[in-house]
T-cell receptor, first 114, second 114 residues
Framework: DAGVIQSPRHEVTEMGQEVTLRCKPI?????LFWYRQTMMRGLELLIY????????DSGMPEDRFSAKMPNASFSTLKIQPSEPRDSAVYFC????????????FGEGSWLTVV | AQSVTQPDIHITVSEGASLELRCNYS??????LFWYVQSPGQGLQLLLK??????LVQGIKGFEAEFKRSQSSFNLRKPSVHWSDAAEYFC????????????FGAGTQVVVTP
């Protein structure tokens, strides 16, 4: 299996610009997660979807962040406008829904906002 | 609220020596516990997980972990480390109701010396 695929792997953007991160989950998985990793806060869950429906977005930091999952094989995380404090590694992960199932992580999108 | 503590931020170990990484959790019910490893510039790879049953769990790459309810611990061990084990290790906890909403520890950086 190809695993969870994220793009771009690295992005440098200027403050105020819109950033869109993309994720293709493992085929057949019906749960998708967006995590963020920073030095200060470590790994934190931003939002997760079950069957393309957002279930818990309590980790989304503010209205500048939005996530969509238009179909079972694609999700986006958008930041508009971006700020330097959004610089982080953003991980997408997927799994079969249900406790006990392994959550597989992508390799991350490394975002730098200058 | 559930929480995870990894007391050791950084551990240096000689190649061939044994390794133990500590993880303590705070959770009322029976937690689901995980150990992930992150190599530089990479995503997170699951080493092992515990949901129920045998409290000694075997994982990939020769790792094992033991769940001790009385101590609220889930320590990771490897009898003989290889240079390729140099990475950051994360303990995480979830539960049946919000199993995908993993709470991660701050991580332990492992350095392997010749």
């Amino acid at each position: 299996d190809a695993g969870v695929i994220q793009s771009p792997r690295h992005e440098v953007t200027e403050m105020g610009q819109e950033v869109t991160l993309r994720c293709k989950p493992i085929s057949g998985h019906n749960s998708l997660f967006w995590y963020r990793q920073t030095m200060m806060r470590g790994l934190e869950l931003l939002i997760y979807f079950n069957n393309n429906v957002p279930i818990d977005d309590s980790g989304m930091p503010e209205d500048r962040f939005s996530a969509k999952m238009p179909n079972a094989s694609f999700s986006t995380l958008k930041i508009q406008p971006s700020e330097p404090r959004d610089s982080a590694v953003y991980f997408c992960a997927s799994s079969f829904r249900g406790a006990g199932n392994t959550i597989y992580f992508g390799e991350g999108s490394w975002l730098t906002v200058v | 609220a559930q929480s995870v503590t990894q007391p050791d931020i950084h551990i240096t170990v000689s190649e061939g020596a044994s390794l133990e990484l500590r993880c303590n959790y705070s959770y009322g019910a029976t937690p689901y516990l995980f150990w992930y490893v992150q190599s530089p510039g990479q995503g997170l790879q699951l080493l092992l997980k515990y949901f129920s049953g045998d409290t000694l769990v075997q994982g990939i790459k020769g790792f094992e972990a033991e769940f001790k309810r009385s101590q609220s611990s889930f320590n990771l061990r490897k009898p003989s480390v290889h240079w390729s084990d140099a990475a950051e290790y994360f303990c995480a906890v979830g539960d049946a109701d919000s199993w995908g909403k993993l709470q991660f520890g701050a991580g332990t950086q492992v350095v392997v010396t010749p």
